[in-house]
T-cell receptor, first 109, second 113 residues
Framework: QKEVEQNSGPLSVPEGAIASLNCTYS??????FFWYRQYSGKSPELIMF????GDKEDGRFTAQLNKASQYVSLLIRDSQPSDSATYLC?????????FGAGTTVTVRA | SAVISQKPSRDICQRGTSLTIQCQVD?????MFWYRQQPGQSLTLIAT?????????ESGFVIDKFPISRPNLTFSTLTVSNMSPEDSSIYLC??????????FGQGTRLTVV
């Protein structure tokens, strides 16, 4: 599987702040990019996908993709305690997803 | 999005036995995948379940240990054979909807004692 690296956690942010999550990937031919949220003991839940360079916003979440730099990020604005979870970056090259190790986010009330 | 039902949701099994996990999707999907998530780790792809042909296994995973069936476009099973404590993990079924979305079942939490 292709290499996907995420910034090491855990990441602790105060409530209302912006949480910034980063992900780099090794396969320049990767086509689409995903962010999943995984609560402890639960399966991953798709938050965002992006496949074009630039920003994509969905509510409090913004995904940013820079294919030249092989970099994708996720911003969580106005962080809430319910955002406390592990966030997984996934990259699709051919038809398979490769996952990063995940970044655990804790939002402090 | 596709609704994926996976069962059992959890099980505790004796070493040396086998467990079959089922994955049912509410619509026909081309691609179905099986992942493993070991404690505290990320997801590792076990294999791609191919309809009407043998599954495609990733490096480190073999058919004798993880036989997979895919009899139609809505159903697949993964068997974990001759289990050892090292097989204690969450096993997840996943389906793709085009290149832009990929969804997971609820997962099966397996504990081998």
């Amino acid at each position: 599987q292709k290499e996907v690296e995420q910034n090491s956690g855990p990441l602790s942010v105060p409530e209302g702040a912006i949480a910034s999550l980063n992900c780099t990937y090794s396969d320049r031919g990767s086509q689409s990019f995903f962010w999943y949220r995984q609560y402890s003991g639960k399966s991953p839940e798709l938050i965002m996908f992006i496949y074009s360079n630039g920003d994509k916003e969905d509510g409090r979440f913004t995904a940013q993709l820079n294919k030249a730099s092989q970099y994708v990020s996720l911003l969580i604005r106005d962080s809430q305690p319910s955002d406390s979870a592990t966030y997984l970056c996934a990259v699709r090259g051919d038809y398979k997803l490769s996952f990063g190790a995940g970044t655990t986010v804790t939002v402090r009330a | 999005s596709a609704v994926i039902s996976q069962k059992p949701s959890r099980d505790i099994c004796q070493r040396g036995t086998s467990l079959t996990i089922q994955c049912q999707v509410d619509s026909q999907v081309t691609m179905m995948f099986w992942y493993r998530q070991q404690p505290g780790q990320s997801l590792t792809l076990i294999a791609t379940a191919n309809q009407g042909s043998e599954a495609t296994y990733e490096s480190g995973f073999v058919i004798d240990k993880f036989p997979i069936s895919r009899p139609n476009l809505t159903f697949s099973t993964l068997t974990v054979s001759n289990m050892s404590p090292e097989d204690s993990s969450i096993y997840l079924c996943s389906v793709d909807e085009g290149i832009t979305e990929a969804f997971f079942g609820q997962g099966t939490r397996l504990t081998v004692v």
